[in-house]
């Protein structure tokens, strides 16, 4: 059988918070039990917890790891180091502009060598870290493989969007490959390494996710399919490296950076198993729902994965996108409405051009409305679509996306003082005249 997602990679087991098993030696997994006096192969049992002990069930994270040295022989002596743009919540009254509407050109890939690690450039944070609420968003440039350098973040689970260049995600858990269209998930605390897979560079967007896992959405009244279906979500199986070389372990904990040097490889988990694990995501996989008679429904209906807050229905972070799809509404005005919003919306653009802001927003740039801002379609989009004939007119060639969540977005410096803010961008909507008229 042949089709546009026919070939499955055998490097991936499929299905969204699934219980896995693999190994990469045969018999490398004890079955029956977790920690046997002596594991196989002179391996060493190892838990890694992505939750309290106590979750429920639904929500309790771990697996069991397998590996030639445990966790505690991956550290030594921490040495501060500093990441001036890898920014975290609180980040309050770290520059001097007013509130509004901003918005970003694409920033170019800098001209200097870059790890995935070394090209994160945070623009907005949210919430706070040390609490474990919130979030932070921003850009990432790569222009080199990390080689004998691995990281961990004990902050924040990671959302990585690739929007040019495909990176190669070496886990402790086993390997993921994305391009510009799919998606990558790394929990919180697990070690990896980014290499540079085909390409000499790579831009992104990244979503660092403080509090409860991300998980899929209820969908509600459309019912048990559509949208995001768990069977398209592929985890890794186990693949490690018997490295007995120097390496440098740098960690991310409560928004601070600390390295040391280790004489191996941390990335040596021969087998595992459990459902904290990383996953990626093809975006083209994204079965969206919408209206089929009239009125455009609320953004929600895009939502591809969200991580819930304490408060039932509010998002810590929803990530929500904007593909392919058909427009069929009757006497409807069908860009998004114009609104105000509780959430704030991070919104970056991975292709092609984006219906409500068809000049402006091109493929890498960014957008940022904050809670309580009005924003909506500029004043061609707006033109457009009272005036064109309404026949089904499919968008293609399109991908746009938004990191949304319920607390107010702080900008750092480093997204107050790039060249690329577009200072006009507020006059978009300087064309909408007054249309009233007293009359039907």
């Known amino acids: 059988m042949t089709g546009k997602f026919s ?13 896995f098993e693999t190994e990469s030696l ?21 838990q890694l917890s992505g939750s ?35 920014a975290s919540a609180p980040n309050i009254g770290d520059h001097d502009l007013p509130i509004a509407q901003l918005r970003w050109s694409p920033v170019e890939i800098p001209d200097e060598p870059l790890s ?27 222009t ?22 495909d990176l190669l995600f070496f886990t402790e858990l086993g390997k993921l490959q994305i391009a510009p269209g799919e998606i990558a998930i790394i929990p919180r605390g697990m070690k990896f390494r980014v290499e540079l897979a085909g390409c000499d560079s790579a831009r992104g967007y990244i979503c660092e996710n403080y509090g ?22 592929k985890t890794p199986i186990a693949a490690f490296e018997e490295r007995d070389e120097p390496c440098t372990l740098t960690v991310k904990w409560c928004g601070k950076f600390y390295s040391c040097r280790l004489g191996h490889s941390p990335l040596d988990v021969v087998a595992w198993h459990g459902n904290y694990a990383p996953y990626k995501y093809d975006l083209d996989t994204f079965s969206p729902v919408g209206a089929i008679r009239f009125d455009h429904p609320d953004p929600s209906i895009f939502t591809v994965l969200t991580a819930p807050s304490e408060t039932p229905g509010t998002a810590n972070i929803d990530f929500v996108i904007f593909p392919e799809r058909w427009l069929v509404g009757e006497n409807t005005f069908r860009p998004p409405w114009y609104h105000m ?29 904050n809670c309580m801002l009005p924003h909506g379609p500029d004043n061609e989009a707006y033109e457009k679509a009272t005036q064109s004939e309404l026949v089904p007119h499919k968008l293609t060639d399109t991908l746009a996306f938004m990191f949304e969540t319920r607390f107010p977005q702080h900008l ?13 961008y507020p006059q978009c909507w300087d064309g909408l005249k007054k249309n009233f008229t007293g009359q039907k």
């Open 116 to 142: 995935f690690v070394e090209g994160v450039r945070i623009m907005t944070t949210a919430g706070d870290v040390n609490t474990q609420s919130g979030m932070a968003a921003g850009l990432y440039f790569v």
């Open 52 to 86: 309290p002990f106590t979750a429920p069930r639904g929500e309790n994270e771990r697996s069991w790891l397998y590996r030639i040295r445990p966790s505690v022989r991956h550290s030594a002596a921490f040495s501060p180091l500093d990441m001036p743009n890898w």
């Open 7 to 19: 070939n499955v990679s055998s490097d991936y087991m499929s299905g969204f918070g699934n219980d």
């Open 26 to 46: 045969k018999g490398a997994l004890p079955q029956g039990q977790n920690s046997p006096q002596n594991c196989a192969y002179g391996l060493y049992a190892e």
């Open 212 to 233: 409860g896992k991300f998980t899929l959405p209820d969908r509600g009244p459309i019912g048990a399919n559509c949208l995001a279906n768990p069977r398209d979500f």
């Open 341 to 369: 919003n509780i959430m704030s919306e991070f919104m970056g653009n991975i292709k092609g051009e984006y219906d409500a802001k068809p000049d402006g927003f091109a493929p890498g740039a960014v957008s940022l409305h």
């Open 412 to 424: 750092t410096r480093y997204a107050s003082e790039l060249d690329e803010l577009q200072q006009d």
């Open 144 to 165: 080199r493989s990390m080689e004998d350098e691995v990281f961990y973040n004990a902050d924040a689970e990671l959302l990585v969007v690739p929007q040019q260049g």
